[in-house]
């Protein structure tokens, strides 16, 4: 069911606004985007050039949310190459559980507030 609705919402963030429509990119043939591997002199040389388009790029954040809602496996999307998308959702996730660790110990805080005994 989760990966339905994510794949509903990565056809959502496609189709929304026309941002492909206004993309730096358009104009740009799609391989520059799409190199082989990411270490290799060629690969980190191609990288750099389809950076420098996004970095100009007025709807880049677009393009980046729908790359990590969408989850595809190659090319620069939104200024990011593979391995820095997953490093983001990696730090994203980690800044989640933080959030959800917090709210648990302040709940338990509140818990063990509200059942010490008043003075009185």
């Known amino acids: 069911m989760f990966l339905r609705?994510?794949?509903?919402r990565a056809q959502i963030l496609w189709d929304a606004g026309g941002w492909r429509?206004?993309?730096a990119c358009r104009m740009t043939g799609s391989d520059l985007f799409f190199p082989v591997g990411e270490r290799d002199e060629a690969a980190v040389a191609q990288?750099?050039?389809?950076?420098?388009v996004c970095a100009r790029c007025?709807?880049?954040?677009?393009?980046?949310t729908y790359a990590l809602v969408?989850?595809?496996e190659d090319g620069i999307?939104?200024?990011l190459s593979p391995s820095e998308r997953r490093a983001l959702r990696r730090a994203r996730r980690a800044r989640h559980q933080s959030?959800?660790?917090?709210g648990e110990d302040a709940a338990a805080a509140v818990a063990v507030h509200?059942?010490?005994?008043?003075?009185?």
């Open 5 to 8: 609705l994510e794949r509903r």
């Open 21 to 23: 429509r206004r993309a």
């Open 47 to 52: 990288t750099a050039a389809a950076k420098q």
């Open 58 to 64: 007025r709807v880049r954040l677009h393009c980046l």
């Open 70 to 72: 969408a989850n595809p």
């Open 77 to 79: 999307w939104g200024g």
């Open 99 to 102: 959030r959800i660790a917090q």
């Open 114 to 120: 509200a059942a010490r005994p008043t003075a009185r």
